[in-house]
């Protein structure tokens, strides 16, 4: 059973940073792709990056720049440093582990960036 547990969510001015980390169980996290989508109330869920196996990584073209997604295997966690917030970054946080339509989310972290 794949579990994944979130955490670094919380309240920020504009313009700080935040540092979310998703730790997985088991042992095929070294061989998923581990993405970072988020939810903005009343929006659809979007993803906001995501990195390979081999650590090729992709962004959204809003958070370029600004976020960095990383990945320890050795320590099953997958990281998105978020630098240069912004009021339009607030949603929960949500790490996914595989392919686009596999089942494995986390549970979500809040991220809010007030004005």
């Known amino acids: 059973q794949v579990q994944l547990v979130e955490s670094g969510g919380g309240l920020v001015q504009a313009g700080g940073s935040l540092r979310l980390s998703c730790v997985a169980s088991g042992s095929i996290f070294r061989l998923n792709t581990m993405a970072w989508y988020r939810q903005a109330p009343g929006k659809q869920r979007e993803l906001v990056a995501d990195i390979t196996q081999n650590g090729r990584t992709n962004y959204v073209d809003s958070v370029k720049g600004r976020f960095t997604v990383s990945r320890d295997n050795a320590k099953n966690t997958v990281y998105l440093q978020m630098n240069s917030l912004k009021p339009e970054d607030t949603a929960v946080y949500y790490c996914?582990?595989?392919?686009?339509?596999?089942?494995?989310w986390g549970q979500g972290t809040q991220v809010t960036v007030s004005s």
């Open positions: 996914h582990l595989g392919a686009t339509m596999s089942p494995y």
